[in-house]
């Protein structure tokens, strides 16, 4: 009996390991299905599988963000398909997509607008002020979004999802994670502490970022002086579950660089014999975030589910420079205050159809002041960047339409806005400014099999001019003085894209070709007058418009030994329509991507591998030629090689250690204000508890 009931036990024992493996392997599988094809919200609102949107959307996951490196967060967005980073400076990069980069790309946090009234459409400083290390996801759509998002979103629109504490038992409990990491290159030192604690009903996170960035060494060895600055970051977010089917999100979020200077200022680019200024910082740059969220997934007869969002934002863009000559000093004060109300209902109306539809309201207003003291103590009187105590404000309605036939899905979507822009200023004729607008989109989904779609997109976008288009005076980097031009006309676009997905058996793969056509795109034009000072007079006009075309393509292999192929290609064609003539676009991206390899060498060790690569990029617009930032000969085109090893010490922790630019390249990304980093040594430890 005694032998029979060991043996039992035995086989019991052996079944129930069998079954635990089993379920192991099941879970592996599973994560590698979510892996292949992540949730995402923002291409229609609603939580949908990349692999089932009819958009063209790229996921960085928090998995993917342990490997990369993290120093901004458009560093995150480096090597995804589609997505092209330019850096101006240190602690400054933007995402250029399909060719347009600032204010032609709507960027949100946790769905709520980033993009400011004063806003460039050029590369800008602000993205950065979004503390990295509290980012759970970032979606990118490539393709117009003004539908769902409103004006800007020409290019596409990056929504970066921050972290919310999760926990699922009415016992009280905590998790928390700890970074650290350094980096020989930038003289980088970067640290963050973060914890979550909380229950069932409530939850709270509670993050803290800081970096100290020193002197950028590039390739070959060169230093590049006047790159050091510091950054730090507080976050609070808090969960209210006030119910199984209702919940209150409140988030708050600050990020505060002291001192950061604009090196291509600073160092004399292409075509200058000298630099222009012997000091120049954004003195502070800061942006401050509050976020109210309420979620109600009780259904009603006008919704299943709905998002009420209140938002407020304060971005700070003060600056403080000297000429070359140090025979003064300006300092000026920038800050725009944007408050936002947003809500959005999805309702199933039948078994085959939903409608997704909304209300968004906002007003942004600008406060600017600049001042000039001489060398000898003379105050020098200075009208501001902007006009002070102007705003935009926008209303909004929008309806996203569904419709479910088979294995085809159809999409039409209609937008109206209506914008009221004030320049608060006594010396313009018609500082006031009412534009309304009429947004589509249409899209076709059609699933082949269980793994395999096609998708066409066909939509207008819109973009209202801003306060920094309509309003900016005064000098501006390259030798330039803007003037104002009130008399601006909104951009537009007419965009058409077709692709095909496919995600399961194993691997991933996205290939995407578009075309766009760009109306009354608004340029910086030289208008022949010169300041008495010897600046070129600059004006915000409306002269040209801009085709262009491209594909994306990307690919993710997973081998059965774990091993991980991951590869991605971009290549984007922009041509200039002027009165001159027709001739190239300005700063559109060479071709571009990464071919890369990830693998567990055992247990504990792993190793990652990649090529990064760019074309030469000689088709420059006539502006191009004349940017000190970019080689009138046309940017070189490199290939870089990194590798990094990770090592798991236990579940909770992992110390990576890598290589980048292994041979010690010198290149720079087209467009960007200074050589990229050389070789680099990277070492970094993070842990949870």
């Not at 539908?147 to 929504?159: E, F, H, I, Q």
């Not at 604690?197 to 100290?212: E, H, M, R, V």
């Not at 000072?533 to 994306?552: F, K, M, R």
């Not at 290549?571 to 002027?578: I, P, Q, R, V």
Request: glycine share 8%; aromatic share 12%.
């Amino acid at each position: 009996m005694k032998r029979i009931i060991v043996l039992m036990m035995l086989v019991t024992s052996v079944h129930a390991q069998e079954q635990n493996e089993t379920d192991e392997e099941e879970q592996k599988q599973q994560a590698r299905i979510e892996s292949l094809s992540p949730l995402q919200v923002t291409a229609s609102k609603t939580a949908t599988a990349t692999n089932d949107s009819a958009s063209a959307v790229s996921v960085v996951t928090r998995d993917e963000i342990k490997n990369k490196p993290n120093t901004l967060l458009p560093d995150l967005l480096r090597q995804e398909s589609g997505v092209y980073i330019q850096q101006t400076t240190p602690g400054q990069a933007v995402p250029i997509i399909r060719g347009l980069k600032g204010s032609g790309n709507v960027h949100l946090v946790d769905g709520m607008r980033l993009n400011t009234a004063f806003f460039r459409n050029a590369p800008n400083q602000y993205l950065a002020l979004v503390d990295s290390f509290m980012t759970a996801q970032i979606e990118v759509v490539r393709g117009p979004s003004s539908v769902l998002y409103g004006g800007d979103a020409l290019g596409g629109v990056v929504n970066v999802l921050t972290h919310t504490p999760e926990f699922y038992s009415p016992e009280w409990d905590y998790t928390g994670q700890l970074y650290t990491s350094w980096d020989s290159a930038d003289e980088k030192w970067i640290s963050h502490v973060g914890g979550d604690f909380g229950n069932n009903k409530i939850a709270s996170t509670f993050g803290l970022s800081y970096q100290d960035i020193g002197q950028r060494q590039t390739g070959s060895g060169q230093t590049i002086p006047s790159t050091a600055y510091t950054s730090r970051s507080i976050n609070n977010k808090w969960v209210f579950n006030t119910s199984d089917m209702t919940h209150w999100v409140f988030d708050v979020q600050l990020t505060h660089q002291p001192a950061t200077p604009r090196v291509d200022n600073l160092v004399a680019g292409f075509g200058e014999t000298e630099a222009e200024s012997q000091v120049y910082l954004f003195q502070p740059n800061e942006r401050q975030f509050a976020h109210l969220k309420y979620t109600s997934a009780s259904p009603t007869d006008w919704f299943d589910m709905a998002n009420y969002h209140l938002a407020y934002q304060k971005i700070t863009d003060n600056r403080y420079s000297q000429p070359l000559s140090g025979d003064r000093t300006d300092t000026e004060q920038n800050h725009s205050d944007l408050f936002t109300f947003q809500a959005d209902w999805n309702k199933a109306m039948t078994d085959n159809s939903m409608l997704v539809y909304g209300v968004e309201t906002y007003v942004d207003i600008i406060s600017s002041a600049r001042q000039r003291v001489s060398s000898d103590g003379v105050d020098i009187p200075r009208e501001s960047r902007y006009p002070d105590e102007s705003s935009l404000r926008q209303a909004a309605v929008f309806a996203d339409w569904h419709q479910y036939y088979g294995n085809h899905e159809i999409t039409t979507g209609l937008r109206f806005s209506h914008y009221d822009i004030d320049l608060n200023s006594p010396d313009i004729a018609n500082d006031q400014l009412n534009l309304t607008d009429l947004t589509w989109h249409a899209s076709w989904l059609y699933k082949i099999n269980d793994n395999d779609r096609v998708f066409i997109n066909i939509g207008r976008g819109f973009r209202p001019p801003n306060i920094f288009d309509l309003g900016q005076v005064g000098e501006r980097s390259g030798n330039r003085f803007n003037v104002i031009n009130p008399d601006l006309e909104p951009e537009s676009v007419i965009s058409f894209d077709i692709g095909f997905k496919h995600a399961g058996n194993g691997w991933q793969a996205e290939l995407v070709a578009f075309v766009a056509r760009y109306q009354d795109v608004i340029t910086s034009v030289e208008t022949g007058a010169v300041t008495t000072e010897g600046l070129a007079v600059v004006q915000s006009q409306n002269i040209n418009e801009v085709d262009t075309y491209g594909i994306e393509g990307e690919l993710n292999y997973y081998f059965d030994n774990g091993g991980h192929l991951f590869a991605n290609l971009t290549y984007t064609h922009g041509t200039e329509e002027t009165q001159d003539g027709t001739g190239p676009a300005d700063r559109i991206p060479p071709t571009f991507g990464v071919i890369g390899y990830q693998q567990d060498l055992n247990d504990t060790w792993g190793v990652r591998s990649q090529i990064r690569y760019a074309d030469t990029q000689d088709r420059l617009s006539s502006r191009d030629l004349t940017d000190p930032r970019i080689n009138p000969f046309g940017t070189g085109g490199f290939v870089v090689y990194d590798t990094h090893f990770s090592w798991q010490h236990s579940i909770n922790s992992q110390v990576r250690l890598g290589i980048e630019n292994i041979f010690d390249k010198k290149y720079r990304e087209h467009a960007s204000g200074l050589d990229a980093p050389g070789r680099n040594y990277h070492v970094s430890f993070y842990y949870d508890f």
